[in-house]
């Protein structure tokens, strides 16, 4: 897969934290909010992880102080993974809290696993690198993956990906890897600290 088609990967991925944020805004001008029970992980008839059950409105009230009040859950699959996420509305809408989880896709499809994907995006550019070493040459950042603070102590790994307005936290784990953000916080330091209590509580359910 070329570098465009993994780009274009990932700004489908975080695109669904944009459009599902839209859905939610439009809830507040009269919209019918899809509700679900939170802090219990019931996988869908089709085995399907339920991306609104893997946080509790209690988890969520200890590192935004305020409950939840709804969730909206969307989902979007493109080649060999299958991308899901909700969005954890409260009170402040602003404070609102993304998770999105990337699980494998049937077999069969093109494209990369997530796995395969996590590589491409974190480990790709260290060969890069290498190569460009030992060729003398001074490489340029063309990744995510190069702006990326490693994460230590959650899933097998875990790197906090930021630029000027916003950020987020990315943990693999197993086949799945997971993004979460919050909203509300403008202190980088205190989002990646509540972004990594919440992601040790999602975690211990996948």
């Known amino acids: 897969m070329s570098h465009n088609e993994t780009t274009r990967i990932l700004f489908l991925f975080c695109g669904l934290l944009l ?4 859905l939610v805004a439009g809830q507040a001008h009269g ?3 899809q509700k679900a029970k939170v802090g219990s992980v019931s996988p869908s008839a089709k085995g399907k992880i339920d991306v609104c059950r893997l946080l509790s409105s209690a988890e969520i009230e200890a590192v935004q102080k ?3 009040k709804e969730t909206k859950a969307s989902a979007h699959s493109t080649g060999r993974m299958l991308m899901s996420q909700c969005v954890f509305h409260t009170a402040t809408s602003a404070k609102s809290i993304h998770v999105a989880l990337a699980a494998p896709e049937r077999a069969g499809r093109s494209g990369l ?3 395969e ?3 491409r995006q974190f480990h790709s550019n260290e060969a890069k ?3 460009t070493r030992v060729a003398g040459k001074e490489s340029e950042p063309e990744r995510e993956g190069n702006k990326a603070q490693p994460i230590s102590g959650l899933g097998e790994e875990a790197y906090w990906v930021a630029n000027p307005v916003a950020g987020a936290l990315y943990v693999l784990q197993g086949n799945l890897f997971l993004r979460i953000s919050i909203g509300g916080v ?3 330091s205190v989002r990646i600290e509540k972004s990594k209590a919440l992601a040790r509580a999602v975690v211990k359910r996948l």
């Open 66 to 68: 305020e409950p939840v």
């Open 117 to 119: 994907f996590w590589q």
């Open 31 to 33: 919209g019918s909010p």
């Open 186 to 188: 403008h202190e980088e």
């Open 129 to 131: 690198e290498e190569e």
């Open 113 to 115: 696993a997530p796995r």
């Open 19 to 22: 459009s599902a944020a839209r």
